[in-house]
Every structure is written in structure tokens, then in C-alpha cells.
């Protein structure tokens, strides 16, 4: 079983930066894809980027260039830098990783973006 814990979120300005963790326990995650997505309220989750075991990045067209996705084995922990923030980021962000048998989420942070 993998329990996932993110943290990092918070209010930002358009144009600001925040980075994200979702620290790892219960199992070594390092062979497992991960990736984050995001709700905003009244829309579906969806992937923000993700990451291979061999750490290739992948990202939605909305956050190309701006976010940028990395892992740290050692620490069993995924990150996600936010760049050039703007207030249709806004949403609650999850971090996810998909297990031989199980997809793993985390809890959630809630990233906002506003002046």
C-alpha cells in the first residue's frame, strides 16, 4: 500500500511560483509512473504532467512551458514546479501513482491563484 501526502499549495499571484511535493511511504515508488492532476470546481480532474519511471516528462498543453514535473528517488517524492502562475490554475491538486494493481492518490492541495 502507498500512501501519498502533498503539500506546497497555497495563494499566489498571476505570475508567481509555487512547487508542489507529494512525499511517498508504505513503498518504494520509484518504478511506478507518476503523474499530478488537478479539479477546479465544476470540471473534471485532469492530468497536469506526469513522469515515467526513467523520469520522461509528460504535460497537458495548458502548463507546457511553464510547469515542470521531477522525481527524487532517494526521497521517494514527486515534484511539481509552478511557473508564470495565472487564475485558471486555480484548483485543488492531486498527486498520483500508478501501482502494478492499484492507482494511489493523494489528499489533495489547494492551489489558488489571485490577485
Known amino acids: 500500500q502507498v500512501q501519498l501526502v502533498e503539500s506546497g499549495g497555497g495563494l499566489m499571484q498571476p505570475g508567481g511560483s509555487l512547487r508542489l511535493s507529494c512525499v511517498a511511504s508504505?513503498?518504494?515508488?520509484?518504478?511506478?509512473?507518476a503523474g499530478w492532476y488537478r479539479q477546479a470546481p465544476g470540471k473534471q480532474r485532469e492530468l497536469v504532467a506526469e513522469?515515467?519511471?526513467?523520469?520522461?516528462?509528460n504535460y497537458a498543453d495548458s502548463v507546457k512551458g511553464r510547469f515542470t514535473i521531477s522525481r527524487d528517488n532517494t526521497l521517494n517524492t514527486v515534484y511539481l514546479q509552478m511557473n508564470s502562475l495565472k487564475p485558471e490554475d486555480t484548483a485543488v491538486y492531486y498527486c498520483n501513482v500508478q501501482g502494478i494493481l492499484n492507482d494511489y492518490w493523494g489528499q489533495g492541495t489547494q492551489v489558488t491563484v489571485s490577485s
Open positions: 508504505g513503498r518504494d515508488i520509484s518504478f511506478y509512473p
Open positions: 513522469i515515467t519511471s526513467g523520469g520522461s516528462p
